[in-house]
């Protein structure tokens, strides 16, 4: 009897590790021969933890499951969900990077390869560089950090530039709060990320790579730190597949600073420095770590290669909106119902999101306000609910999709308090290098508590300050902060003023 | 206790030959004192030929990097948005009143160190924490209290 229990930190955070343990010492006392598996999440995180039982009809779903359940699993009288692949959240994706999250031992190689892994290395390794890097291009795939530059682009101007040495960083420093699907990822399907940063490195020419984590993440960096040793016992790292070409991998720990998302910080973070922005240009893909060409890829970008150049470019970009091409993994998060990550094509609805999906939040009271993006990201009103979920789209009602965080908020919250949430986020972490960001957060925020004590007139100072902030600031912590800050007042006027501030006190 | 100079020498040993070394250096200086000591720091510089200046603003830009032992315990709260939509703020407060410490404190008995964290990646279950390097989620005010009792003992 094969049982998988999910070691994905959401389902331990909710008890996962009793859950197995409870299944193991059950099974032991009935002299049940039990394999326990543990596996990645399936993302519903509402029903976490997430005990499934293989049959013959396919997995059966149990959840949220309690560990005092696990005698009346294994005696065959617990009520089930239904097969897992039949659940409405399961039916209504599209699975592509995270096609086998959950569904394999996340460490087991062969499992990977069952389930099409390897597959998009294998064809890569037939194809010249500048073959691989069409291919990325023409699949449309773009940075899914939140920059949503084209990665195709990114990966030529490496390949084309001249170095005896060259680097793949995957950058992991996933700090969005509402944000998880790379730690997902390194905890549900390790191998795919490391697939990807081997492809990149074929592609471009490069021979090492990093990865860059964080410090918040143990139990994802525990995963992929195993992944990476059994990449180079079993041939992925190293001498590439025996193909002759060669790929080392190193996984490195940020500690505590949300700016070394930013590619530049990062780069100066893992040549052992403080973690502060550089000015572009230079370009990272022409001098990065070490000052040599490095190709910077999300976490998720990297993932999405292997299915790219499996099922290739085509097939991907027949999927997605506009000049979005693809699909994304939606995370929905906060006070929702249903919280979790989706993946789909591009084009969802926000409402359809927040409203169908999520099920609205979980305090039951009215959807207030959603904040797409990371703390970096607008506030938007149910009035912009009609906004489909695509880069140029959301830019268009001057918001934007980052990594597809989405973060539910009820009636209760107060959008003054958390436009000075981003302003003090962005002076706690800003990194120090451009005034804007340094000394436009900390008078923003101070700004922010006399609109607060009644005083109109700072109003458009605010609105000032946030438009030195975007358009002077040398990177996106200082240059989006505004975007929460404006969203929130130019959507929840009311929040805004002395009489809300009574009626709060 | 180890002495500092022995140990941050055969760390500096095993971290020879690496790319950007110093990180490395300090999580691991930090995993064998439960800090980086102040002593550690002019053996580094001399070992990385960097100027102990150029250490010191390193290891002080990083939220993680202590220069004194934490507590025996130390719970790490997190403030960011989705947590703040579940009720993190509150049980901040709740928190803080019943350790009777502020962020970035140790009890007075020395067992709990408080930190604020800005995402653990737990935001669809809500307020996260974690203990000891163990993921919580959902956690409110009666469940914190039994925490509290638990690393007491």
């Given at each position: 009897?094969?049982?998988?229990?999910?070691?994905?930190?959401?389902?331990?955070?909710?008890?996962?590790?009793?859950?197995?343990?409870?299944i193991a010492y059950?099974?032991?006392?009935?002299?049940?021969?039990?394999?326990?598996?543990?596996?990645g999440s399936?993302g519903?995180?509402?029903?976490?933890?997430?005990?499934?039982?293989?049959?013959p009809?396919g997995r059966?779903?149990?959840?949220?499951?309690?560990?005092?359940?696990?005698?009346?699993?294994?005696?065959g009288?617990?009520?089930?969900?239904?097969?897992t692949?039949?659940?409405?959240?399961?039916r209504?994706?599209?699975?592509?990077?995270?096609?086998?999250?959950?569904?394999i031992?996340?460490?087991?190689?062969?499992?990977?390869?069952?389930?099409?892994?390897?597959?998009?290395?294998?064809r890569a390794?037939s194809m010249?560089?500048?073959?691989?890097?069409?291919?990325?291009?023409?699949?449309?795939l773009?940075?899914?950090?939140?920059?949503?530059?084209?990665?195709?682009?990114?990966?030529?101007?490496?390949?084309?530039?001249?170095?005896?040495?060259?680097?793949?960083?995957?950058?992991?420093?996933?700090?969005?709060?509402?944000?998880?699907?790379d730690?997902?990822?390194?905890?549900?399907?390790?191998?795919?990320v490391?697939?990807?940063?081997v492809?990149?490195g074929?592609?471009?020419?490069?021979?090492?790579?990093?990865?860059?984590?964080?410090?918040?993440?143990p139990?994802a960096?525990?995963?992929?730190?195993?992944?990476?040793?059994?990449a180079?016992?079993e041939g992925l790292?190293?001498?590439v597949?025996?193909?002759g070409?060669?790929?080392?991998?190193?996984?490195?720990?940020?500690?505590?600073?949300?700016?070394?998302g930013?590619?530049?910080?990062?780069?100066n973070s893992?040549?052992?420095?403080?973690?502060?922005?550089?000015?572009?240009?230079?370009?990272?893909?022409?001098?990065?770590?070490?000052?040599?060409p490095?190709?910077?890829?999300?976490?998720?970008?990297l993932?999405?290669?292997?299915?790219?150049m499996?099922?290739?470019?085509?097939?991907?970009?027949?999927?997605?909106?506009?000049r979005?091409r693809g699909?994304?993994?939606?995370?929905?998060?906060?006070?929702?119902?249903?919280g979790?990550?989706f993946?789909?094509?591009?084009?969802?609805?926000?409402?359809e999101?927040?409203?169908?999906?999520?099920?609205?939040?979980?305090?039951?009271?009215?959807?207030?306000?959603?904040?797409?993006?990371?703390?970096?990201?607008?506030?938007?009103?149910?009035?912009?609910?009609?906004?489909?979920f695509?880069?140029e789209?959301?830019?268009g009602?001057?918001?934007?999709?980052?990594?597809?965080?989405?973060v539910?908020f009820?009636?209760?919250?107060?959008?003054?308090?958390?436009?000075?949430?981003?302003?003090?986020?962005?002076?706690?972490?800003?990194?120090?290098?451009?005034?804007?960001?340094?000394?436009?957060?900390?008078?923003?925020?101070?700004?922010?508590?006399?609109?607060?004590?009644?005083?109109?007139?700072?109003?458009?100072?605010l609105?000032?300050?946030c438009?030195?902030m975007?358009?002077?600031?040398?990177?996106?912590?200082?240059?989006?902060t505004?975007?929460?800050?404006?969203?929130?007042l130019?959507?929840?006027?009311?929040?805004?003023?002395?009489?809300?501030?009574?009626a709060?006190? | 206790?180890?002495d500092?100079?022995?140990?941050v020498?055969?760390?500096?040993?095993?971290?020879?030959g690496?790319e950007?070394?110093?990180?490395?250096?300090?999580?691991?200086?930090?995993?064998a004192?439960g800090?980086?000591?102040?002593?550690?720091?002019?053996?580094?510089?001399?070992?990385?030929n960097l100027?102990?200046?150029?250490?010191?603003?390193?290891?002080?830009?990083?939220?993680?990097?202590?220069?004194?032992?934490?507590?025996?315990?130390?719970?790490?709260?997190?403030?960011?948005?989705?947590?703040?939509a579940?009720?993190?703020?509150?049980?901040a407060?709740?928190?803080?009143?019943?350790?009777?410490?502020?962020?970035?404190?140790?009890?007075?008995?020395?067992?709990?160190?408080?930190?604020p964290?800005?995402?653990?990646?737990?935001?669809a279950?809500?307020?996260a924490?974690?203990?000891?390097?163990r993921?919580?989620?959902?956690?409110?005010?009666?469940?914190?209290?039994?925490?509290?009792?638990?690393?007491?003992?």
């Open positions: 009897m094969r049982i998988y229990v999910p070691l994905d930190a959401a389902a331990k955070a909710l008890g996962a590790d009793e859950v197995a343990r409870a059950e099974a032991t006392r009935r002299g049940i021969d039990v394999q326990i598996t543990r596996n399936r519903m995180v509402w029903l976490e933890p997430l005990v499934e039982v293989e049959t009809e059966v779903a149990y959840g949220p499951f309690d560990a005092a359940d696990a005698g009346a699993l294994l005696d009288t617990l009520p089930s969900l239904g097969r692949d039949d659940l409405e959240w399961m209504r994706q599209t699975r592509l990077t995270f096609a086998r999250c959950g569904v031992d996340p460490l087991s190689m062969a499992e990977y390869e069952t389930h099409g892994g390897l597959s998009g290395l294998q390794l010249t560089g500048a073959e691989i890097v069409a291919e990325v291009a023409d699949s449309g773009r940075g899914r950090g939140g920059a949503g530059f084209p990665t195709g682009i990114k990966w030529k101007t490496v390949h084309d530039a001249p170095g005896p040495q060259k680097y793949i960083v995957c950058n992991a420093d996933e700090g969005d709060s509402g944000t998880f699907a730690r997902m990822i390194f905890e549900g399907d390790p191998f795919t490391i697939e990807g940063m492809i990149a074929i592609a471009v020419g490069a021979t090492k790579g990093y990865i860059y984590s964080r410090s918040e993440y139990d960096n525990e995963v992929m730190g195993k992944a990476i040793r059994i180079k016992a790292l190293g001498d597949l025996g193909s070409r060669r790929f080392d991998l190193e996984l490195r720990i940020g500690a505590g600073a949300y700016v070394c930013e590619e530049t910080a990062l780069l893992l040549e052992g420095k403080r973690g502060v922005v550089r000015a572009k240009p230079p370009l990272p893909a022409l001098q990065g770590f070490m000052g040599r490095t190709v910077v890829n999300n976490v998720i970008s993932a999405t290669i292997p299915v790219i499996e099922k290739g470019a085509a097939f991907y970009k027949e999927f997605g909106l506009g979005s699909t994304i993994p939606l995370q929905i998060a906060g006070n929702v119902a249903r979790g990550l993946e789909t094509a591009f084009g969802m609805s926000l409402g999101i927040v409203d169908d999906l999520a099920g609205g939040t979980a305090s039951g009271r009215p959807v207030k306000a959603v904040q797409v993006g990371g703390p970096l990201g607008a506030y938007f009103p149910r009035a912009l609910f009609d906004t489909p695509g880069y789209d959301f830019a009602k001057e918001g934007l999709i980052g990594h597809a965080g989405i539910v009820d009636d209760r919250s107060d959008m003054l308090k958390m436009a000075r949430f981003a302003m003090e986020f962005c002076a706690i972490e800003s990194c120090g290098k451009c005034t804007p960001c340094r000394i436009g957060a900390v008078r923003g925020a101070e700004t922010i508590d006399r609109i607060g004590r009644g005083d109109a007139s700072a109003i458009p100072l609105t000032d300050l438009n030195t975007k358009a002077g600031s040398l990177c996106a912590l200082g240059g989006f505004p975007y929460p800050v404006m969203s929130a130019t959507h929840f006027p009311g929040d805004f003023t002395a009489t809300h501030k009574e709060a006190e | 206790m180890q500092v100079a022995v140990r020498g055969e760390i500096l040993a095993e971290h020879d690496m950007g070394p110093l990180l490395p250096i300090f999580h691991a200086v930090q995993e004192f800090h980086v000591p102040q002593e550690a720091l002019p053996i580094i510089a001399k070992g990385l100027s102990r200046a150029e250490v010191h603003g390193v290891m002080s830009f990083y939220h993680d990097f202590r220069e004194e032992r934490a507590g025996r315990h130390v719970v790490k709260l997190c403030r960011a948005e989705a947590c703040q579940r009720g993190a703020d509150a049980l407060d709740h928190a803080r009143e019943r350790l009777g410490c502020d962020w970035n404190e140790t009890t007075a008995d020395g067992n709990v160190t408080l930190e964290v800005f995402c653990l990646g737990l935001c279950c809500g307020p924490a974690l203990v000891d390097g993921v919580i989620g959902r956690l409110d005010e009666a469940r914190f209290d039994a925490l509290v009792e638990e690393m007491r003992a």
